[in-house]
């Protein structure tokens, strides 16, 4: 299956997660079989002004491919000059982000607020399209509101404008994180395009994946937060659809993961940084073990790699069944 002119293997994505999946999660998502991956949203403005932190959001490494910056904004002239200005970084493709239910980026109209203007986010996509020689998608949610779901409509509008394929988080915007999913809207999406569909929510292992598909004819998944703390999830999902077998990951297994990726991130973000953010993912990591509970209070400590090292170790020894 392509995406435009990009060749993608397997099923499913990394999806982009502002603060979590950085360029070390990333690689370590794509070591373990996702398709592709998206980097954390940055804003068009802080591109077009130079600022250090949104560049140093857009690095795109060699063994994350391949992979897409993802701005956002609510000027169709400054996004398509950040899109420009992300080259530098060499994406894959461009990704606008229309689906960020944040204040601080729905309430100066970028992210899901421009599926209440489709004007805009069609005139947004039209200068991104032109102003770069790569694949632009877009990811949005089903709507802003219960009342206003435009998805499928908004979607026609972004093909038509140039977008290469549509992702589609099957949530409103004020529905947030609210359990439950719209697979209906999100199977309108897919009758409504040509271009591949990429369905997102609440995935989170084979069995998710495949109703997934099914409810929705889908092109391919994308996945957030189950690959928190497991990179894994994405070879589940690709021996689930492959009809092959899937042996879950020793513990072992899961720890050294979490330590390539911690060394990674200090390659990446520096000492200081990464033991801070490796405090997070060391507590996902230990999701679904014995005692993780008072292991996890452990994780809000770690100062190096060494206590990260010992925290592993006595889940080893709790768990020594697993
Ligand atoms: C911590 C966090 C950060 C997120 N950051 C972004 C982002 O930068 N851009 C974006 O389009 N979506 C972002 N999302 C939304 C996810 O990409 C995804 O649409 C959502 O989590 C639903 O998928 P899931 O159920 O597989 O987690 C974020 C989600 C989380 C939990």
Redesign the pocket.
């Known amino acids: 299956m392509k995406i435009k002119s990009l060749e993608i293997k397997g099923f499913a994505a990394l999806?982009?997660?502002?603060?979590?999946a950085d360029r070390a999660m990333r690689e370590i998502c794509m070591k373990h079989g996702a398709a592709f991956c998206v980097g954390?949203?940055t804003s068009s403005r802080g591109i077009t002004l130079g600022d250090k932190k949104s560049a140093s959001l857009l690095y795109c490494g060699e063994k994350e491919r391949p992979v897409a910056s993802?701005i956002f904004g609510n000027d169709p002239e400054i996004m398509a000059d950040a899109a420009k200005k992300t080259l530098e970084y060499r994406p894959d493709f461009i990704d606008i982000?229309m689906?960020?239910p944040a204040p601080k980026v729905a309430g100066n109209g970028g992210g899901s607020a421009l599926m209440k203007n489709p004007d805009l986010a069609e005139s947004i996509v039209r200068a991104v399209v032109k102003a770069v020689n790569l694949p632009v998608t877009v990811?949005m949610r089903t709507g802003w509101d219960g009342e206003h779901i435009n998805a499928p409509e908004l979607a026609e509008r972004c093909e038509a404008a140039g977008a290469a394929a549509i992702t589609v988080?099957g949530r409103t915007r004020m529905q947030m994180?609210a359990p439950g999913i719209d697979y209906e809207t999100i199977a309108r999406v897919k009758r409504a395009v040509n271009i591949p569909v990429i369905a997102?929510?609440?995935?989170k292992d084979g069995e998710s994946a495949r109703y997934m598909y099914s409810a929705t004819g889908c092109d391919f998944l994308?996945?957030?937060?189950?690959a928190q703390g497991n990179p894994f999830v994405f070879e589940e999902i690709n021996a689930a659809l492959s009809g092959r077998e899937y042996r879950r990951p020793t513990l072992e297994q899961r720890f050294e993961a979490l330590f390539e990726q911690v060394s990674l991130m200090q390659k990446y973000k520096g000492e200081h940084i990464a033991m801070l953010e490796s405090r997070k993912h060391t507590a996902w990591y230990l999701g679904g073990i014995c005692g993780a509970a008072k292991l996890r209070r452990e994780c809000g400590e770690i100062t190096c790699f060494s206590d990260i090292r010992r925290i592993c170790q006595k889940a080893l020894e709790q768990n020594a069944d697993m």
């Not at 999806?15 to 979590?20: D, I, K, R």
């Not at 997102?200 to 995935?203: R, T």
């Not at 994308?222 to 189950?226: E, P, T, V």
Request: net charge neutral.
């Open positions: 999806a982009p997660m502002a603060g979590v954390e949203l993802q982000n689906g960020c990811k988080h994180y997102n929510g609440d995935v994308m996945i957030g937060r189950a």
